[in-house]
Structure formats: structure tokens, C-alpha cells
């Protein structure tokens, strides 16, 4: 797993998770965008949306989050997982 990354929500702290995982919670709302992310390359805490670049858009009235594979680059994070 070259980015174990963990989730703080409600003062608790899960994880590891790898960047598919974190993405998959993302998209079933067990994670939130606001809630906090941290690795190992990271200096301190940051919400998941600048972990994972996440764009929200709606469909039918329901918002959804897609992830912006451009900014996902840029942030070092992509390594192919």
C-alpha cells in the first residue's frame, strides 16, 4: 500500500485505507469530503476533498462526488490504485 491513508471523523481515527477504498467510502457516504485525512507524506491533517480531489455534482436531485483525476495527479497522490 504505498499511501495508507487515515480518516478522522467524530474525534475517531480509522484506517488504513488505500485510495480505492477511501473512494468507495466516499461514494457510499460512509466518509464525507469535510472529514479528515492524513499519510505518511502529508504535514498535518487535511479534509479528504484536498486528499482525494473530489467534484460534487448532482443527478436527479442527488448529490454524488466523482473524483477529478487532474487534481489527483497534481497532488501526488496517483499511483495507480
Same mark, same amino acid.
Request: hydrophobic share 35%; glycine share 6%.
Given at each position: 500500500?504505498?499511501?495508507?491513508?487515515?480518516?478522522?471523523?467524530?474525534?475517531?481515527?480509522? !484506517?488504513? *485505507?488505500?485510495?480505492?477504498?477511501? +473512494? %468507495?467510502?466516499? #461514494?457510499?457516504? /460512509?466518509?464525507?469530503?469535510? %472529514?479528515?485525512?492524513?499519510?505518511?507524506?502529508?504535514?498535518?491533517?487535511?479534509?479528504? #476533498?484536498?486528499?482525494?480531489?473530489?467534484? #460534487?455534482?448532482? +443527478? /436527479? !436531485?442527488?448529490?454524488?462526488?466523482? *473524483? %477529478?483525476?487532474?487534481?489527483?495527479?497534481?497532488? !501526488?497522490? +496517483? %499511483?495507480?490504485?
Amino acid at each position: 500500500m504505498k499511501y495508507a491513508i487515515y480518516i478522522s471523523k467524530n474525534g475517531e481515527v480509522t !484506517g488504513p *485505507f488505500t485510495k480505492k477504498e477511501l +473512494r %468507495d467510502a466516499v #461514494h457510499s457516504k /460512509n466518509v464525507s469530503s469535510n %472529514d479528515w485525512a492524513w499519510h505518511k507524506e502529508l504535514p498535518e491533517w487535511k479534509p479528504v #476533498h484536498a486528499v482525494i480531489p473530489i467534484i #460534487h455534482v448532482s +443527478r /436527479n !436531485g442527488e448529490e454524488i462526488a466523482q *473524483f %477529478d483525476e487532474e487534481k489527483e495527479i497534481l497532488s !501526488g497522490l +496517483r %499511483d495507480g490504485t
